[in-house]
């Protein structure tokens, strides 16, 4: 390489980097079917960018949202967002919806450092034919979230959820969830540990894949965290079990009734259900055993076991009698956002490459 051809490039990139970032000081909205890119990105507090109809929208830097993020398909096209940035942090409200377009779009959030999540997000797509995994939120360093994340399918038939942190303790994927992260017609496999005092809300159409172990690795979901089945087609799965392999504590699990399930992947040769600790017991021999617990309240009678001979699958029929409990609160329906250009073109403090509220 030619001397200074080096630096030429550093400089380059260096300065592509300072065209895309952008900083949000009062409401913004950019209306395009062309691709975005960003570097950087800082909403402050009390305002939004409003991206409308961009077919991809692609962040190569790091986010700092405090306002309100949304990238929103009006248009009936695709709008995908991918994010392969430094970190991501959002105290405010970030709202990714193709849910009215007959296309698949993909969120594909992949820090290469954290992911914090103290605010609400929502990630909704249609219906679409699913094409791998829609629904992707992982990190390379730490992964947290108290806040609410939303993933949402318009019609039956999981989308993938995929959410890891890469380098966790011994090199396992471990994310901490103080938070709720809520499930419509979205199908989550477990394919990280999950820490935290937080919830997981099953809602319509959904499942719960809890996976012990992938091959030799081991994941674990901690005692404080609850899987609440919020409808009656929910669905909690119990997968990777085997005769050296159950779960080391019993699973929490509220709202179990009215129809809704939990599946094992062995056959359980009976079940018992403990009125004084709310603890039901999947026997699957005379010595291992799966509990969950489901509260107090049930009637050991209104248990039903299937298929006959080779349960794997537990249901109650009548409703559940426990309360929900608080840290289990979702909101299905996204927020209202503004698609149209804004009365008055506004101007934001960045490059000349920054968007302004215009259509293009």
Known sequence: MKPGI???VVAISYFLILVFAVTITENTVQITTLDISIGNLIINAGVYYSIVNSVLVTIVGTVDNAGGFYVTSANGLTSSVVMTG????NSGVVSFN???SPLLSTYDIATVGSFDNTGDMYFGISGATLIGSPFIVTSVTSWSNTGMMVFRRESSGGALLVIEQVLGDGGLSRITNDGSICLYNTYWLQTTSIDGTGCITVGPGAE???QLAVGELLFSLAETQTVYLASSNSVLSILGLSVSLIPDNPIKVAGFGGGNSIQVNLVFIGNSYDPSTGILTLSLTGLLLVEFDIGLGYQSSGFS???PLLNRRITYNDPAPNEI?????????FPDVTTTALSSATSVPTSSEAPTSSEV
Not at 86 to 89: I, K, L, P, R
Not at 325 to 333: I, K, N, S, V
């Open 325 to 333: 409990p608080d840290t289990c609160f979702c909101l299905f329906t």
């Open 98 to 100: 193709s849910m009215a």
């Open 86 to 89: 430094g970190y991501f942090v």
């Open 208 to 210: 719960m894949g809890l």
């Open 6 to 8: 080096g630096a030429l």
């Open 305 to 307: 076991a299937s298929p």
